[in-house]
């Protein structure tokens, strides 16, 4: 097969990148690496907002369940959620963010997608998953789909 690329432009190049782009897992913004290549990027070419999966993964550690007088519970730890999108706000970028992929020990099966194994399974516990929803949203403003929580405008998808 032979691909001919044109000299000359044939038409003009949308410019949807600059509304939102993808950056793959949510925590590999913990990273310095990943934070100086997005500082890069957003000075060289800017864009308003940006998605990545993975925010209810094992490696945020939002929902952190463990035993106390033979009882289960549940603890929600929002540390690492929060650096990164001060990370993205510090940047000027508006994050758009998924409920995804289910906490391993919130879920019903080990089936997952992708090298690093995001769960793809229905939660074991419904009201454990109602209230680990409730906690992520805490005490946004929800309205068409969309929520506000702290400084950033945030899209559950």
Sequence with gaps: M???????????LSDAWRHCVGTGRFDLALRRDH????????REIGFR????HGLLSDGTGVHQPYEHAGERRVRHAFTYV?????????????????????????ASGDAT????????TPPSDEKEWAALVRAVVGDGVVGDGI???GRGAVVFL
């Design 2 to 12: 032979r691909i001919a690329v044109p000299r000359q432009p044939t038409a003009r």
């Design 35 to 42: 934070y100086e290549s997005l500082a890069l990027v957003q």
């Design 49 to 52: 907002h940006i998605r990545g």
């Design 82 to 106: 929060d650096q990164v999108v001060d990370t993205y706000l510090e940047l000027g970028i508006a994050p758009f963010l998924e409920l995804g992929f289910m906490p391993s020990q919130l």
């Design 113 to 120: 997608v992708f090298w690093w194994k995001g769960n793809i």
């Design 147 to 149: 929520v506000v929580v």
